[in-house]
T-cell receptor, first 111, second 115 residues
C-alpha cells in the first residue's frame, strides 16, 4: 500500500511569489492535514480537510490556504511568500481508526 | 503557550539499555497521544499511540505509558538499538472535539544510542 505522497520534494521561490504543494493520501484515507515544521516553532498544524471540506484550521494567516479534491488528494497554497515561510511542509492522512501517517514533506526555501 | 512539552532536548543511552522519553501536556481535552520518530529531511514515522482510556500500550520494543492525573506520558524503548537514534516527537489530539487530525506536537527529543 503506497504511503502519503508529496510533490514537489524541494523547491525554491522568491519573496512575493506564490507556491502550490500537492499531497496524495494513503488509499482509502479521507482526512488530509497539513503541518509546517521550522527550527524555531517545531511542527505546527495548518489545516485539515475531510470530504473536500476544511474541518479544522490552525493559527496561520490567510496567505495559507488549501483544498481537497473528490479523490481525497489535497493541495496547499501559500501566497505572497515571505522569508519566514521557508520550512518543511508535511502532509498527513488518517483513516477512521485515527492513526495519522505523514508524507516525506516538501522543503520550501524562500529567497 | 506550549500545550505539549518535551522538556529534555536530548538523551543518550547505551545500546541494549532502556530509553525513556518523557512528555507532559497541559490541555485536559487531549485524549489521544502518539509518538513519532523523525530522521532529518524525512517525514515523521508513526511509532505507537495510546488512548486516554488506557494507561499502557505495547508494540514490540516500544511501550507507551499514560498517567492522566499527572498529564504525563512516556515512551520506553527496550532494548535500545543504534538504529533508534533519531528525533522523537510526542503529539496529542482532542478527538472528543472532532479535531482528530489536529495534532499538537512537542518540540522533540534527540535520542542517541551508543554502540
Amino acid at each position: 500500500k503506497a504511503g502519503v505522497t508529496q510533490t514537489p520534494r524541494y523547491l525554491i521561490k522568491t519573496r512575493g511569489q506564490q507556491v502550490t504543494l500537492s499531497c496524495s493520501p494513503i488509499s482509502g484515507h479521507r482526512s488530509v492535514s497539513w503541518y509546517q515544521q521550522t527550527p524555531g516553532q517545531g511542527l505546527q498544524f495548518l489545516f485539515e480537510y475531510f470530504s473536500e471540506t476544511q474541518r479544522n484550521k490552525g493559527n496561520f494567516p490567510g496567505r495559507f490556504s488549501g483544498r481537497q479534491f473528490s479523490n481525497s488528494r489535497s493541495e496547499m497554497n501559500v501566497s505572497t511568500l515571505e522569508l519566514g515561510d521557508s520550512a518543511l511542509y508535511l502532509c498527513a492522512s488518517s483513516s477512521e481508526s485515527g492513526t495519522i501517517y505523514f508524507g516525506e514533506g516538501s522543503w520550501l526555501t524562500v529567497v | 503557550d506550549q500545550q505539549v512539552k518535551q522538556n529534555s532536548p536530548s538523551l543518550s543511552v547505551q545500546e541494549g539499555r532502556i530509553s525513556i522519553l518523557n512528555c507532559d501536556y497541559t490541555n485536559s481535552m487531549f485524549d489521544y497521544f502518539l509518538w513519532y520518530k523523525k530522521y532529518p529531511a524525512e517525514g515523521p514515522t508513526f511509532l505507537i499511540s495510546i488512548s486516554s482510556i488506557k494507561d499502557k500500550n505495547e508494540d514490540g520494543r516500544f511501550t507507551v505509558f499514560l498517567n492522566k492525573s499527572a498529564k504525563h506520558l512516556s515512551l520506553h524503548i527496550v532494548p535500545s538499538q543504534p538504529g533508534d537514534s533519531a528525533v522523537y516527537f510526542c503529539a496529542a489530539s482532542a478527538t472528543n472535539t472532532g479535531a482528530n487530525s489536529k495534532l499538537t506536537f512537542g518540540k522533540g527529543i534527540t535520542l542517541s544510542v551508543r554502540p
